[in-house]
């Protein structure tokens, strides 16, 4: 598992368009992504559960990628979030 923590600087937060965005990107791999805020857990490749997370600007969260290209998840994720996050 390749895993890394991110805090989101857009003062937006993942609102819809970038959660799209990410959930989209999530869905180009076989395996599977979890996005972590505090004590929730939400599968990346589905919009509605990341929505559901509620992340704000100033949250620190946790991508996890396990499966076969795990760490060309990881690396491609952590390269977006750090884009949509600025």
Sequence with gaps: MKQFT???QDKEGLHARPAGLLSKA???FQ???TLTKGE???DL???FAV???AVKGGDS???ACDGADEEAAAAA???MFAEISN
């Design 6 to 8: 991110i805090t989101i």
């Design 26 to 28: 999530a869905k180009g």
């Design 31 to 33: 395996c599977a992504v």
């Design 40 to 42: 929730k857990t939400a």
């Design 45 to 47: 490749k589905k919009i």
């Design 51 to 53: 929505m559901g997370l």
């Design 61 to 63: 969260i946790t991508v």
């Design 77 to 79: 994720l952590e390269k």
